[in-house]
């Protein structure tokens, strides 16, 4: 028994897009995406916006009471908001080694590292990353304790005077400066090592070819290659370490001592969730928003200028 084949049926022409179809589809796709930022980020954005020209404190059943700007002027001369600032800009500035200059060269160091050698690095640069926040400010709330932590046993053990790295306001600061960047090592390492393992090879053999030394493969190769990478994780550092490092302040010093560790983002955690200031809390807020917006396009326009991209 033999099946007669049928002729194949002809295949219905695809029908041209419209022109209005073709202007919505792309709006379609990002349709739900556009609706989370809407919801989640661009909405309360516009509610703190108009909070921060009232007072209110959070309470149901109380409204919230017009007072245009007094919020913006009695922040701006604020002592506290002062050294929030400063603390923060300090914040920034010292996780800048710790989250970028420390990965960079750990990731081009090791780069030629083979077999088990190159597998417990990773693992051993990747563990603080895998902690999680809470349970890193616990460990290292006890490493450091002034009385029984075990840096301070072996501070003492070696004949040093025991340092309190929570309770001096001199070193408080450097201390969560230190936790929050012991984070971030992990994850940057990680993308310096994939950017610089995506380098041309063709590139290198080339310059080792005409004589260059590892320092001149490294500074005119190399480094432009990862300058994208570089400014990449410099802008995550400018416009996010600080928020960072709210977890182990919270957890540790509480912003003490004497507001040494207390930078913008818990300051408005403060006066919302502490004092229940919601209209300061929200101007605080605002004002950070536009500092660090600022940053931002600042960045972007240097990114645009440094980078040098291999197309």
């Known amino acids: 028994m033999t099946l007669a084949s049928s002729p194949p049926l002809p295949r219905a022409a695809a029908r041209p897009m419209t022109p209005v179809r073709r202007h919505l589809a792309p709006w379609l796709y990002l349709a739900p995406t556009l609706a989370v930022m809407v919801v989640w980020i661009y909405w309360p954005l516009l509610q703190s916006f108009g909070l921060s020209f009232t ?57 030629d590292l083979r077999g088990p050698l190159r597998n417990l690095y990773r693992s051993l640069i990747f563990v603080p990353m895998i902690v999680p926040p809470i349970v890193a400010a616990v460990l290292w709330r006890w490493l450091l304790n002034r009385d029984y932590g075990l840096v301070n046993l072996g501070l003492s053990w070696l004949g040093f005077d025991p340092v309190s790295f929570f309770q001096d306001p001199d070193i408080a600061l450097w201390t969560m400066v230190w936790i929050t960047g012991w984070k971030l090592m992990g994850f940057s390492t990680l993308l310096f090592s994939a950017a610089n393992s995506i380098i041309d090879p063709g590139y290198l053999e080339a310059a080792r070819m005409d004589g260059a030394s590892n320092w001149q493969i490294t500074r005119d190769i190399r480094l432009p290659l990862l300058s994208p990478t570089i400014l990449l994780l410099v802008m995550m550092t400018v416009l996010f370490g600080a928020q960072w490092s709210f977890v182990y302040i919270n957890a540790i010093t509480d912003g003490g001592p004497l507001g040494s560790t207390t930078n913008i983002f818990f300051l408005m955690w403060k006066y919302g ?17 536009i500092t660090f917006g600022l940053l931002a396009l600042a960045l972007q326009a240097l990114s645009r200028k440094v980078t040098f991209h291999d197309d």
């Open 55 to 111: 007072q209110w404190n959070m309470l149901p059943t109380s409204t919230p009471r017009p007072v245009g700007l007094e919020n913006y002027r009695n922040l701006l001369a604020l002592p506290e908001l002062q050294q929030a600032a400063m603390n923060t800009f300090w914040y920034v500035v010292g996780l800048l080694p710790l989250s970028v200059v420390i990965p960079l060269c750990v990731a081009i160091l090791t780069q």
């Open 273 to 289: 969730f502490q004092t229940f200031s919601a209209g300061w809390s929200a101007t605080a807020g605002v004002m950070t928003f």
